[in-house]
């Protein structure tokens, strides 16, 4: 064995150790056996939890939204862009959370983003009795959602997979420089769909309206938009809303 190896196991060997002994006797099983098929175990259930979720980032999506589902928009709210200290959206580029802003926010225990309560290790079902983990404001899975809501180009490669690198546009081949596209632009969803209810405006965000497309498709819908967005100012909208899958 190399050294680099046996430096390798021994970390892994204190890992192992260090998440056995914190995890409780109910554990995810799926989350437990990625946990120990890593190249390095996270030594604590919670990493182990991230970890699950940050290889599961279209899962993550999926969740999030119907955890949002089960909280609903709240009374009285709409989407509206402000100061990011109230927490608003500064851009219609953020995905609409009302559970961020201070005026619904709903406290210690439950998650920033899609409402519901935390438990422990950032887990969205009381898999243990405890109830909510009033030291946590975000899901594990929550977390990865938003980062993906926010930054789906850095899942470029497997939705490329997912589209059988195809381009969403053409069906043509995808090439190297694919880029990630909203199907529906977020200037329309921000312009022509801001009062869908809360939480179906978030599948604008998520896997139903992303599609890789290759770059000269990319430049030609970049193209249509702006005229559409010159021309068509505030002409009613006649697309569909992406569906939930
Ligand atoms: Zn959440």
Redesign the pocket.
């Known amino acids: 064995m190399s050294k680099w190896q046996e430096h390798k196991s021994a970390i892994n060997e204190r890992a192992l150790t260090r998440l056995t002994r914190a995890l409780p006797d109910v554990f995810p099983p799926a989350v437990l056996s990625r946990a120990l098929g890593r190249p390095f175990i996270p030594p604590t259930p919670r990493l182990a939890i991230d970890s699950y979720w940050r290889a599961h980032p279209l899962r993550a999506d999926r969740l999030?939204r119907a955890?949002?589902a089960q909280s609903g928009q709240p009374d009285g709210w709409t989407w509206q862009l402000g100061k990011p200290r109230n927490g608003l959206p500064a851009t219609f580029r953020i995905p609409p959370a009302p559970y961020r802003e201070k005026r619904f926010a709903r406290g210690p225990g439950f998650?920033?983003?899609?409402?519901?309560a935390?438990y422990q290790f950032g887990w969205?079902t009381d898999l243990w009795g405890k109830g909510p983990n009033k030291r946590a404001h975000?899901?594990g899975?929550?977390v990865i959602?938003w980062q993906f809501w926010n930054a789906p180009s850095e899942q470029a490669t497997l939705l490329r997979r997912l589209q059988a690198r195809r381009c969403g546009q053409t069906g043509g081949r995808l090439w190297k420089n694919a880029e990630v596209d909203h199907r529906v632009p977020l200037y329309r969803v921000w312009g022509e769909y801001r009062s869908t209810a809360w939480p179906d405006l978030l599948g604008y965000w998520g896997l139903p309206n992303l599609q890789v497309i290759n770059r000269d498709a990319h430049v030609l819908k970049c193209a249509d938009e702006a005229r559409h967005r010159s021309g068509r100012r505030s002409q009613p909208a006649v697309d569909a809303a992406p569906g939930t899958r």
């Open positions: 999030a955890l949002a998650c920033c983003v899609c409402g519901q935390v969205h975000w899901h899975a929550c959602a």
